[in-house]
């Protein structure tokens, strides 16, 4: 994150903004400045998505059975790249949960869920770009449910 120094000390850019000719405010989406070896960007305005935003993975056993969801991506919009990601989880619930790709754009979910029942969990990513910004993507609902054995799952 790129910093400025004032009265109170050193405090990270969020955002920088200009009036233009006709006193309307601007936004600037990346600040740059000039060096020897050339441009050097120092600012870069940031937000980031997780799509799709519910996520469900289904067992069919009558023991307690490791359900994985399906696939959940998480992308920055603006900032510059390289970026990095980490997936973490929201809610409070004591159910043990895995991230499989915890530093991956790309990733699935899974818990251990007991036959008849359904666990329900909520994640999001926090996105870095090279320069520091940093952005959280919506929530992402994941439910894992375990159909408690028995019951055909599709078929002909």
Do not use: H, Y
Request: charged share 10%; net charge negative; hydrophobic share 40%.
């Amino acid at each position: 994150m790129s910093m400025v120094r004032t009265d109170d000390g050193l405090k990270g850019i969020v955002a920088i903004q200009f009036r233009d000719a006709a006193s309307v405010l601007k936004s600037v989406a990346t600040g740059q400045i000039r060096t020897a070896t050339g441009l050097k960007t120092f600012f870069s305005s940031m937000t980031a998505t997780a799509a799709p935003d519910t996520v469900s993975g289904i067992g069919n056993s009558s023991g307690t059975v490791l359900v994985v969801t399906t696939n959940v991506t998480a992308a920055p919009v603006g900032g510059v790249s390289p970026w990095t990601v980490l997936w973490t989880r929201t809610d409070a619930d004591p159910q043990s949960w895995t991230i499989n790709s915890p530093t991956a754009f790309n990733t699935t979910f899974q818990t251990a869920v007991d036959p008849g029942t359904s666990s329900v969990a909520t994640f999001v990513a926090t996105i870095t770009d090279a320069v520091g910004a940093v952005a959280v993507t919506n929530e992402v609902t994941v439910t894992c449910t375990n159909l408690g054995g028995g019951i055909i799952i599709g078929g002909p």
